[in-house]
T-cell receptor
């Protein structure tokens, strides 16, 4: 069964450093997403991506964040200058279509900012 | 803004003791209600999608139902391996984002 994959599983970085989180969505899906979950809190939406552009973003997704689909399979989230409060689990998801379609999540990347 | 409230926050059951988890939602134009299972340190694992009031879906010991204001996840004769956090989420209106509740942490004791 196709699944979303993410690398790395755990990333440790120093405050102020740039990090890139990588995802391979399910191959025939057209919509891609990033969510985050701070320890003990609920899963929060960051951004959605369709047809090579951002289609929706939350207030959390400020200028420090960017997303890219550099090739036909990968989808990345970049945080330019990490802060302590960026420490969280980051989940990539994908769906065949947009509104109302089931989103399938990856296993997550645990980001720890020191 | 969409709101999702799950209850109870935690539930402890004996193996074989059936129960229900509740998800109340407030949205403008529901497009889909989703149930996921999340194990510690893992990503949400898809269980069910419901689209309209009256709809029901089943998978093994789990059954999800939907009304205009809430959804229930019924667990029949649970086993220890059903222990996890169960997340409810909604998609509505013109949005692509999914809004999650805080989850119900289920523990099934042998």
């Amino acid at each position: 069964e196709p699944e979303v994959t993410q690398t790395p599983s755990h990333q440790v970085t120093q405050m102020g450093q740039e990090v890139i989180l990588r995802c391979v969505p399910i191959s025939n899906h057209l919509y891609f997403y990033w969510y985050r979950q701070i320890l003990g809190q609920k899963v929060e939406f960051l951004v959605s991506f369709y047809n090579n552009e951002i289609s929706e973003k939350s207030e959390i997704f400020d200028d420090q964040f960017s997303v890219e689909r550099p090739d036909g399979s990968n989808f990345t989230l970049k945080i330019r200058s990490t802060k302590l409060e960026d420490s969280a689990m980051y989940f990539c998801a994908s769906s065949p279509g947009g509104r109302g379609d089931t989103q399938y999540f990856g296993p997550g990347t645990r980001l720890t900012v020191l | 803004e969409d709101q999702v409230t799950q209850s109870p926050e935690a539930l402890r059951l004996q193996e074989g003791e059936s129960s229900s988890l509740n998800c109340s939602y407030t949205v403008s134009g529901l497009r889909g209600l989703f149930w996921y299972r999340q194990d510690p340190g893992k990503g949400p694992e898809f269980l069910f999608t419901l689209y309209s009031a009256g709809e029901e879906k089943e998978k093994e010991r789990l059954k999800a139902t939907l009304t205009k204001k809430e959804s229930f996840l019924h667990i029949t004769a649970p086993k220890p391996e059903d222990s996890a956090t169960y997340l409810c989420a909604v998609n509505s209106g013109g949005y692509q984002k999914v809004t999650f509740g805080t989850g119900t942490k289920l523990q099934v004791i042998p």
